[in-house]
C-alpha cells in the first residue's frame, strides 16, 4: 500500500472534531510514507487533509474537474495537482492511482464516492481494501444500514467484508495495510470509454 486515496467533504461540518480528525488523518499518511490522492479542493474537510499531509512532509495528488479548478476551487499546493474533464473521470482516475480507499465524514459528494467505490468492488473492477473511519459515531447509521440491505438479500455479507471500520486513524491504517487485494482486475479505459 502506496497511495490511499481519501474521501471526505467539501465543507468541515458542524463538529470541530471531524476536522481534526482530516487533520490527523493527513499527519499519519505522511508519517507512514503514505501518498494521500484526493479531491483536490482547498476546501472543508479536503483542504485539511491535504495541508496536513503537507505540511508534514507527505506527497498529495490532486484530482479535479476542470469546472472546479476554474472556481478556484484547486489546491494548488498539491505535489501534483490533475485537472480532468469531468466527475465522473476524477473518480476514475484516483481509484487508477489509489491502493486502498478511505472515506470521511462527508456530504453526498462523499456518499457517491464511497458508494461507487463499493459498487466496483462487488462486480469485481477491483480488489483493494476500502476503510470507513468512524469519527464519532459518524458511520454507525450507515453501518446498521447496510446490515439491513444484507439482511434483505440485496448485497451479500462477504461484499460487505472488503469494508475496514475504525474510529482510530493508525488501526484503520493498520487493518488496510494487512488486508490482502482480493482478486480483481482494474479496468480504468473500460470505465473511461463509458463516461
Known amino acids: 500500500m502506496k497511495k490511499v486515496a481519501v474521501f471526505c467533504g ?24 503514505l501518498t494521500l490522492v484526493y479531491g483536490g479542493g482547498n476546501v472543508g474537510l479536503m483542504g485539511e487533509v491535504a495541508s496536513a499531509a503537507l505540511d508534514a512532509g507527505g506527497e498529495v495528488i490532486g484530482v ?61 473492477l477491483h480488489g483493494k481494501p476500502i476503510g470507513l473511519l468512524n469519527v464519532a459515531g459518524f458511520y454507525d447509521g450507515l453501518l446498521v444500514f447496510l446490515n439491513q440491505v444484507a439482511a434483505n438479500g440485496f448485497v451479500r455479507e462477504a461484499e460487505l467484508e472488503a469494508v475496514q471500520v475504525s474510529g482510530d486513524i493508525p488501526a484503520l491504517l493498520d487493518l488496510l495495510a494487512n488486508r490482502p487485494q482480493r482478486e480483481g482486475e482494474w479496468h480504468y479505459d473500460s470505465l473511461r470509454d463509458r463516461t
Open 64 to 124: 479535479i474537474p476542470q469546472f472546479m479548478a476554474l472556481r478556484e476551487l484547486a489546491y494548488a499546493a498539491c505535489t501534483d495537482l490533475i485537472v480532468v474533464d469531468s466527475m465522473h473521470t476524477r473518480k476514475a482516475k484516483m481509484a487508477e492511482l489509489a491502493d486502498a480507499f478511505i472515506a470521511l465524514p462527508g456530504g453526498l459528494g462523499t456518499f457517491d464516492e464511497l458508494f461507487e467505490i463499493l459498487t466496483w468492488s462487488q462486480i469485481g
Open 10 to 33: 467539501a465543507r468541515s461540518g458542524h463538529d470541530p472534531v471531524h476536522a481534526e480528525a482530516a487533520r490527523a488523518l493527513g499527519r499519519e499518511l505522511a508519517a507512514r510514507g
